[in-house]
């Protein structure tokens, strides 16, 4: 036998419940390919946690896989955490089976005598990270797969400030889930030493949506442009709960949804790929912003983290703005009005993801705000806003160029909610000056310089591709640009030197030119492919975009 039916004819055996044996046999005589995939090898459990297909087998999402996570997640947290009342939170998003991977992680918890605070429905991320400070809990545990297709879940682990768990706690907490190598080791019920498991809901909300409105900056303009239409789509996800929510308690009375997709559904039946970084995905809350005459269309992904926006141009269309735009577009916002307002001054940051636009750096310089730089990853923005709070320092806001943006020090991950608010009030604040959001766009740019950035993903999959992309990476050390789109290469950055850069060694590239543009390599630590991300500055930006394709994606 091989290795991967040795393993399944081990489950077969096993202490399984009879449903997943049946649908083991049912695989292997059914579909061979899916039964070797599904067991020839474990689901791994890295830095940030589970995400995998749903399906029996040591390779697939399902509650064994889910229970043994758990099982070494408690063991690290009993060997390393201090105190009698040990605390983790956990929540979960409208995925298939979310509901039941958060209940047997809370069991599996509570069987090994830790406290568990369970939210009583599906709630976002950012919403779970907040419970983890709120209740002063060692950890969180968030069940979502965020915006990948049906088919799959996930779990993934944030730590005592909220963030998700870096280094090296990460690695010890990974180390520890690979000790467990068999179901049989993990406590699935009760005993003698138990951990309570209470609900979280409304109360949490209230607290969670207290302190987002506090962080408004121009509530007046808000009162007086209350009427402005906005449609919002959760995409079948869990921001359904809180984005109307609180754009009804900013007082705008407007708030236009897709009915069909408010429906939370772990199928996504109306969309492709719950991913509003796809077009695609606000097709329908486009489609109801032109029947009803809308300003802004707002889409959030399942686990209401990352948001995508669309704004009406010079010519009453709807267009999309991109991740790279509106981090920007609410960077110069909140910084004018902390400005305005007097709130500016030493220790007070903005932190953004090194492939992220050099936008949001110029509107920093001009503000006298200093700005960090940190690897692609919400991860590594809580982790700057967790030492700088130790250091007195304040956070302003923050983001990535893939849809996640965050403001102030509540939350510790990328945040839809209070990114929804910030985005209608800067909406109000815009009308107020006579402007639309594509028109504070243009405004932008004409103060700052005209930028456009691209994204190509080379797809190199088995083996042989894996070793062409290390060939890539290899070459462009061996071999740098001398220009790029003919401007002489000025700086370049290998984040394999963490002595020169002061960041985490990370396999990534980037290359930046006397006119300031840049390009960032990046191969993907979790699919078979290498990431090139461009961006260019002038009025030729776009013609750059395309030139530097062709110059890096031969």
């Not at 229970?67 to 929540?91: F, P």
């Amino acid at each position: 036998m091989k290795e991967f039916e040795i393993k399944a004819q081990s489950w077969l055996e096993g202490d399984f419940d009879h449903e997943t044996k049946m649908k083991i046999r049912q695989l292997r005589t059914e579909d061979p390919a899916a039964f070797e995939d599904a067991f020839y090898k474990n689901l791994e459990f890295g830095t940030g946690g589970l995400r995998g297909i749903m399906g029996v087998g040591t390779n697939r999402m399902n509650k064994y896989t889910v229970g043994m996570a758990t099982q070494g997640l408690a063991n690290y947290i009993l060997s390393h955490c201090q105190g009698d009342d040990l605390k983790v939170c956990i929540s979960y998003d409208s995925r298939n089976n979310s509901k039941e991977f958060a209940r047997i992680a809370a069991d599996v918890l509570s069987a090994n005598g830790i406290h568990v605070y369970i939210f009583d429905n599906i709630r976002p991320t950012p919403e779970m990270s907040y419970a983890v400070r709120l209740k002063g809990a060692v950890a969180g545990i968030m069940i979502t797969a965020s915006h990948n297709p049906k088919e799959y879940n996930g779990y993934k682990v944030s730590w005592s400030d909220g963030g998700q768990v870096t280094s090296p706690v990460d690695k010890e907490i990974v180390a520890e889930v690979a000790k467990i190598t068999d179901p049989s080791m993990v406590k699935f019920e009760a005993g003698l030493r138990c951990g309570e498991i209470e609900a979280m809901g409304a109360d949490v909300d209230e607290c969670y949506l207290r302190d987002l409105l506090s962080l408004r900056l121009s509530p007046e303009a808000c009162k007086k442009h209350s009427d402005i239409k906005f449609v919002y789509t959760p995409l079948h996800g869990c921001g359904v709960r809180l984005v109307p929510e609180i754009l009804h308690r900013m007082g705008f009375e407007n708030v236009i949804h897709v009915p069909d997709q408010d429906l939370s559904d772990g199928n996504f039946p109306t969309v492709v790929s719950p991913n509003p970084e796809e077009p695609a995905a606000l097709k329908m809350a486009i489609d109801k912003a032109d029947e009803t005459g809308a300003d802004v269309v707002l889409g959030t992904d399942p686990d209401a983290d990352r948001i995508g926006i669309a704004v009406r141009n010079d010519e009453g269309k709807m267009v999309l703005f991109n991740g790279n735009q509106t981090a920007s577009m609410l960077t110069y916002y909140i910084l004018k009005r902390w400005s305005e307002l007097g709130k500016l001054g030493e220790g007070k940051y903005v932190v953004k993801t090194i492939v992220t636009t050099e936008l949001i750096t110029d509107i920093c310089k001009a503000y006298n705000v200093p700005v960090y730089n940190v690897l692609t990853g919400f991860k590594y923005i809580a982790e700057i806003v967790k030492r700088e709070e130790a250091r007195g320092g304040e956070f302003i806001c923050g983001g990535e160029e893939s849809y996640g943006f965050n403001i102030g020090q509540f939350v510790r991950d990328k945040d839809a909610q209070v990114t929804a608010m910030m985005i209608a009030e800067c909406t109000a604040w815009a009308a107020e000056q006579g402007l639309t959001l594509y028109q504070l766009m243009q405004k932008i740019y004409k103060e700052f310089g005209y930028r456009k950035e691209g994204l190509v993903s080379v797809v190199r999959k088995g083996v042989t591709g894996a070793q062409e992309i290390q060939k890539m990476m290899v070459d462009l050390r061996a071999n740098p640009p001398k220009d790029l789109c003919g401007s002489p290469v000025t700086k370049v950055i290998d984040y394999l030197e963490p002595e020169k850069t002061g960041q985490p060694s990370s396999n990534v590239l980037q290359f930046f030119d006397e006119d300031g543009d840049v390009v960032s390599v990046r191969p993907s630590g979790t699919e078979p492919k290498i990431k090139f991300y461009f961006g260019a500055k002038g009025s030729d930006a776009d013609a750059k975009i395309e030139a530097l394709k062709a110059q890096f994606c031969k």
